[in-house]
């Protein structure tokens, strides 16, 4: 069983930037990861999604140019930097993570996952 632990959520003014981080007890190394987003009342949807180290990315149109996934395979790591947050951005970002080893495919639904982590809150002032 692999856990997730996402933190680096909090409150910041529309324009400014956030880094969240996800640690996985378990080896990134070859695993499909992705970050999720849930806004209240609505349905939890791909931010981004990377098939392994090196590999291309997957964005959300609506975060495209604005935010970056990276990960940290010798951390069992990876973050998502979020710049020129907008009010629209607002919601519980998730981890999610297939264990590997893969064959270097993203997923875009949560369907492709098996782990989740707990959910970290950004929210963004106007």
């Known amino acids: 069983q692999v856990q997730l632990v996402e933190s680096g959520g909090g409150l910041v003014q529309a324009g400014g930037s956030l880094r969240l981080s996800c640690v996985a007890s378990g080896r990134t190394f070859g695993s499909a990861m992705g970050w999720f987003r849930q806004a209240p009342g609505k349905e939890r949807d791909l931010v981004a999604a990377?098939?392994?180290?090196?590999?291309?990315?997957k964005y959300a149109d609506s975060v495209m140019g604005r935010f970056t996934f990276s990960r940290d395979d010798a951390r069992n790591t990876v973050y998502l930097q979020m710049n020129s947050l907008k009010p629209e951005d607002t919601a519980v970002y998730y981890c999610?993570?297939?264990?590997?080893?893969?064959?270097?495919?993203?997923?875009?639904?949560?369907?492709?996952?098996?782990?989740w982590g707990q959910g970290t809150q950004v929210t963004v002032s106007s």
């Open positions: 990377s098939g392994w180290s090196g590999g291309s990315t």
């Open positions: 999610a993570m297939r264990a590997g080893p893969g064959s270097g495919t993203y997923y875009l639904t949560e369907s492709g996952y098996e782990y």
